[in-house]
């Protein structure tokens, strides 16, 4: 019998900085809480390991979604200098009043980073998962249903029911298609083409 069959079988050493298996996917938000607490548990939910959210805090007077925008790309870049990229960047961004927003979409487009926007907010992609709403509604009385619903403030509540995502995605189909990227009719969300985007990144039917 040779010395290597008495050593018994031998491990092969795996190359130092090689690339997780894992589809590497960012999402950066408007939001600092509701929407990262949300993408959080999704992303648990389907076991997409390697997604990173991170909540933008926008420069100036109330929200911009140009900001996000910039970080996400300025994210995105550093992860390319440090030799492990992402496989897709995603912005998550409201309608509400920003005058920036147009601008935001164009650069989204310029910077190859994907956007996902609701109108009148994030909220109304939350309220579907609960019930179908194709009414025209504004960010307060959303708020209100809501609260209804168990929500409280800006964060997720216990035992949201984020299984029901395909509900969701189902109704907000259902409202009107989008001409204008930057002016969407309300109700909207493109956050459906972001949950398709990581269902698909991991192997999962959409």
Not at 63 to 89: H, I, T
Not at 120 to 126: D, Q, S
Request: with cysteine.
């Amino acid at each position: 019998m040779s010395r290597r069959q008495l050593r018994g079988p031998q491990k092969i050493s795996k190359p130092k900085n090689r690339r997780s298996e894992h589809v590497k996917i960012l999402i950066a938000t408007e939001g600092v809480n509701t929407e990262p607490q949300y993408f959080e548990k999704f992303s648990a939910l389907i076991r997409a390991k390697a997604v990173r959210v991170v909540s933008v805090n926008p420069v100036g007077v109330g929200r911009d979604p140009l900001s996000v925008v910039s970080e996400a790309k300025k994210l995105r870049d550093l992860e390319d200098k440090g030799g492990d990229p992402y496989d897709s960047v995603w912005c998550v961004v409201d309608v509400d009043e920003h005058a920036s927003l147009e601008r935001a979409c164009i650069e989204s487009r310029r910077s190859h980073v994907k956007i996902a926007i609701s109108s009148p907010c994030f909220e109304i992609w939350l309220f579907w998962h609960f019930e179908n709403r194709a009414a025209w509604i504004d960010a307060t009385t959303l708020s209100r249903l809501l609260r209804k619903k168990g929500f409280s403030g800006k964060s997720m509540p216990k035992g949201f029911p984020y299984a029901k995502y395909p509900e969701a995605m189902a109704r907000a189909s259902k409202c009107e298609d989008v001409k204008v990227q930057h002016a969407p009719p309300n109700p909207h969300s493109s956050v459906p083409d972001l949950i398709s985007a990581l269902l698909k990144a991991y192997g999962q039917e959409v």
